[in-house]
């Protein structure tokens, strides 16, 4: 049968296209000390006490915004610690590794123990303040821990999921600024990190 002009240009561009797939790269799978990894495993440890100071200051605060902001921030961060932590199991690896040093997390934004307890203890419009405080630095800890997962190199899931990150999170940070302004408090001096690996002990925290 003849095939019509059209219908073949339609297919030839339909096997090339196909050519064209099979003939790219695979990509490689991801190994201890790679870019990917190490991004993967803070980022875990780092949305984690996230989620931490959600659930604490959402058990505790009336105020509709600072719930809803907290039930967002547990939920989506919920999520991508799901999808990261199955992502280490598809390259075959452990979810674990060594934690950050108490410098490295002071550097990524990251609360202390006392200052995670400081939510629980404290009135309640105290509590928010220091929650807000808390959880813009650790915003912008996470938004320095994005740079090389944006760079060249990463695998495009990865750079997706830290274009996501950075997009919900800057936006975040707008609000809860907002949200301390009303408050007639300011931001904590943001911290001062260097996007770097992970390393030494790891940071206590509170779960529920």
Request: net charge neutral; glycine share 12%.
């Amino acid at each position: 049968m003849k095939l019509r002009p059209g219908l073949l240009a339609l297919l030839v561009l339909a096997v090339l296209g196909l050519l064209a797939v099979l003939a790219l790269p695979r990509l490689a799978t991801p190994r201890e000390g790679s870019t990917e990894v190490r991004f993967v495993r803070e980022m875990i440890q780092h949305h984690a006490q996230a989620v931490d100071m959600a659930t604490r200051i959402r058990d505790r605060s009336d105020d509709p915004t600072l719930r809803s902001l907290a039930l967002d921030i547990m939920l989506s961060q919920q999520e991508q610690i799901g999808q990261m932590r199955g992502w280490l199991t598809l390259w075959g690896l452990p979810w674990g590794g060594q934690g950050m040093t108490a410098e490295h997390a002071r550097m990524m934004g990251m609360a202390t123990p006392a200052e995670l307890n400081s939510l629980d203890t404290p009135p309640v419009p105290q509590a928010e303040k220091t929650f807000l405080q808390l959880m813009i630095r650790h915003h912008q800890g996470a938004l320095e821990m994005l740079k090389p997962a944006l760079g060249g190199g990463v695998r495009p899931e990865v750079q997706a999921l830290a274009r996501q990150i950075h997009a919900a999170q800057g936006g975040e940070i707008k609000l809860m600024t907002q949200l301390l302004a009303d408050r007639d408090a300011q931001p904590l001096p943001a911290p001062a990190g260097d996007g770097g690996g992970m390393d030494g002990m790891e940071m206590g925290g509170h779960q529920h």
